[in-house]
């Protein structure tokens, strides 16, 4: 079936990472060519099992990042095909030339993922939260940009992914996501998923964001606005035709991601919009900040990426619009 919002917008009881887990033991299972490689995070991905059930196919290339990289090409080149995975930061600014020259200048096929992205990194502070990786990516031509917002979705992405080839990076957080979708619930790389419509104005999110975005279309709603919510889990390559769509039909866009307002989300749906289809738009994201120590609730409340913070910008939006 096509994507379908949850009944119940509750957090998940299984750990996103033990669905990755699963999902490629599932394909390892009835595929051969399914490899994993790591960068001594076998615990911290929750990728054990799939080590234990498969030890002459998962690799523990240790903390050498870049190298990780390198081998991941080499092994796609050998008909091989590998998902490698780490903290977002180390996936993606620690080796952005390995991935640019030998996985997607070589035309390699390569799947990378990328944990806790964003203010989900928590506790593991400002070296390790990433509020740039999608913008590093971004610069890589033809690579495909992705964010899990569940486990619904991210087991379905990571099969398609398999049967497909390219260079594919993958954001998704290691513990409880909120459940969006029901189970059975597939999706279309590429496409965005209306989740909620709406005619005054579009909130357009992805990741984390979305259940805030729920949060403040419903709120919204007893204030007389009425805000269609889109997920746009697919950065690049991003879905022009929704962005346009909505502009036409709504007239005022806010963007709502957990990544910096530099080349990201807002900056991917500005570029649409000025080429195509004028329309105010407000952005909620990092403001070209450093992430700190801490918990998730707080950082968000700190960084402004709360229902809250949507809320005020769509009230500024719909107010550009009128005038």
């Known amino acids: 079936m096509s994507a379908v919002l949850a009944k119940e917008i509750v957090k998940e009881e299984k750990l996103m990472r033990d669905a990755y887990c699963e999902t490629l033991m599932e394909l390892a299972e009835k595929d051969e060519r399914i490899v994993v ?38 092994l796609s080149i050998t008909g091989k095909i590998p998902f490698a995975h780490t903290f977002a930061p180390f996936a993606t600014r620690r080796v952005f030339d390995q991935v640019f020259l030998s996985c997607a200048y070589a035309k390699a096929n ?38 899990a917002v569940d486990t619904v979705m991210l087991k379905d992405l990571v099969k398609q992914t398999a049967n497909l080839y390219g260079v594919f990076y993958l954001r998704l957080l290691r513990k409880n996501a909120v459940k969006i979708y029901e189970d059975g619930s597939t999706f279309e790389i590429g496409k965005a998923v209306q989740l909620k419509d709406g005619k005054d104005v579009t909130i357009i999110s992805t990741g984390i964001m979305v259940e805030e975005s729920l949060k403040a279309a419903e709120e919204l709603e007893q204030e007389g606005i009425s805000a269609r919510v889109v997920n746009m889990f697919t950065l690049k390559p991003i ?51 450093f992430g700190q120590v801490g918990p998730v609730d707080y950082l968000k409340e700190t960084y402004n990426l709360t229902s809250k913070d949507i809320i005020e910008k769509v009230k500024r939006v719909i107010e550009r619009k009128s005038r």
């Open 37 to 74: 490689l790591d960068a001594d995070l076998m615990n911290s991905m929750g990728i054990t099992p799939f080590l234990k059930a498969y030890p002459d196919r998962a690799f523990d290339l240790g903390i050498q990042e870049a190298n990780m990289m390198g081998t991941a090409a080499g």
């Open 110 to 147: 390569v799947r990378i993922i990328g944990s806790d992205p964003g203010v989900t990194a928590a506790y593991n502070g400002g070296t390790h939260m990433p509020f740039e990786d999608m913008g590093i990516m971004r610069n890589i031509p033809n690579i495909t940009i992705l964010e």
């Open 239 to 289: 879905d022009k035709e929704a962005i346009i769509n909505c502009a036409k039909e709504t007239g005022a866009i806010v963007t709502a991601e957990n990544h910096s307002i530099v080349n990201g989300l807002g900056s991917a749906v500005s570029e649409v919009l000025v080429e195509n289809e004028l329309a105010p738009l407000e952005r909620i994201g990092i403001n070209d900040m």
